[in-house]
Antibody, heavy 115, light 112 residues
Framework: EVQLVETGGGLVQPGKSLKLTCATSGFTFSTAWMHWVRQSPEKRLEWIARIKDKSNNYATDYVESVKGRFTISRDDSKSSVYLQMNSLKEEDTATYYC??????WGQGVMVTVSS | DVVMTQTPVSLSVAIGQPASISCKSSQSLVGTSGKTYLNWLLQRPGQSPKRLIY???KLDSGIPDRFSGSGSETDFTLKISRVEADDLGVYYCLQGTHFPWTFGGGTKLELK
């Protein structure tokens, strides 16, 4: 059974940092391209980052609104993908999901950026 | 970025009746490979999104054939032949042809 579990969310002040973890099981993580998607409080979905596999040099892509602030990474030995979020803004408040191919999704983790 | 426009915003349907949702993209979703990367997802209340259809019309494993997808270029449709209670939630289209991937605004399916 495919499972993705996100952790690391919470309440953080503007300008601070947070790191999300997505632990996975049930599929061949090492060859999977992993994504982070967020859902705003208004329920709009936004793709924010992708990381490819080793054969593609772990190439990464980001949506413009997080470029330079967020970093996606992975640890194939732990079947986990991460999202390091720096210089957080109030508009980053959302539920963050990791997904493999948009086929399987985690349960999501809430991030609230507020002073 | 490609803008995905879904209509209607909400849909009230009786059990056993058909339902149809439209998704229009601001540019053609035909990729350089000739494939069209248009997906449909359902987010049931309190749950994560779940993909139903990929490549316009291919059903994901376990998805009943009451669901069907069609369309081309910029105009796509999700149809449910006979709505069941388990179909309630918000439906999203998602394009994966052009970077960055973009979602439609969602269509909420409610019971009449």
């Amino acid at each position: 059974e495919v499972q993705l579990v996100e952790t690391g969310g919470g309440l953080v002040q503007p300008g601070k940092s947070l790191k999300l973890t997505c632990a996975t099981s049930g599929f061949t993580f090492s060859t999977a391209w992993m994504h982070w998607v967020r859902q705003s409080p208004e329920k709009r979905l936004e793709w924010i980052a992708r990381i490819k596999d080793k054969s593609n040099n772990y190439a990464t892509d980001y949506v413009e609104s997080v470029k330079g602030r967020f970093t996606i990474s992975r640890d194939d030995s732990k079947s986990s993908v991460y999202l390091q979020m720096n210089s957080l803004k109030e508009e980053d408040t959302a539920t963050y999901y990791c997904t493999v191919g948009f086929d399987y999704w985690g349960q999501g983790v809430m991030v609230t950026v507020s002073s | 970025d490609v803008v995905m426009t879904q209509t209607p915003v909400s849909l009230s349907v009786a059990i056993g009746q058909p339902a149809s949702i439209s998704c229009k993209s601001s540019q053609s979703l035909v990729g350089t490979s000739g494939k069209t990367y248009l997906n449909w997802l359902l987010q049931r209340p309190g749950q994560s999104p779940k993909r139903l259809i990929y490549l316009v019309s291919k059903l994901d494993s376990g998805i009943p054939d009451r669901f069907s997808g069609s369309g081309s270029e910029t105009d796509f449709t999700l149809k449910i032949s006979r709505v069941e209670a388990d179909d309630l939630g918000v439906y999203y289209c998602l394009q994966g042809t052009h970077f960055p991937w973009t979602f439609g605004g969602g269509t909420k399916l409610e019971l009449k």
